[in-house]
């Protein structure tokens, strides 16, 4: 299995895939129209941009920062949250259950814009400030060709999506 290029998905509260994105090697572009529709049809239905990464890298780029700054204060007063799904090396060279199993690091970020409240207290010094901080982690083992299993995590099928010859280890 050999990553490819970075996929993504809107995806909403309920964890469920509002939008595909494909993207390249190194970067995925999110529409801004979609994520503007579906803003404007239900405020804060837009829970995270989740995009694969390549292999061991959770942390955020500087894209991926910029991207959730301007939205933090497009969709202000609701959160905006990113989330990058990795592939970790497997601690067991085996396979899970006699399956090709692989190891993926779901990170989950999210970004705040400073009450406008909290700024005006502060002297109104500067612009308001945009946090972002890590938000929760979790590792999922999955079992690849996906299609005998159901329902599957909706980053499955951005692993698959982003990586080539999944039914080969």
Known sequence: MKFQRESGAIVSNSESILHLVMGDPGKVEFPEEVIWSLHKQAPGCVY???HVHPPQM?????????????????????????????????????????????VFLETCYMANLE??????????????????????????RIILPSHKFFPPWHGTFLVEMSYQDVDKR
């Open 48 to 50: 995270s941009l989740a």
């Open 58 to 102: 959770p942390q955020l780029s500087g894209r991926d920062k910029t991207t959730m700054r301007a939205w933090a204060r497009a969709m202000f007063p609701f959160p905006i949250r990113m989330t990058t799904i990795t592939e970790l090396p497997t601690d067991d060279p085996f396979g899970y259950e006699g399956n090709n199993y692989f």
């Open 115 to 140: 009450a406008k409240e909290t700024w005006e207290a502060r002297g109104k010094e500067g612009t308001r400030t945009i946090n972002i901080q890590e938000e929760w982690q979790k590792k999922h």
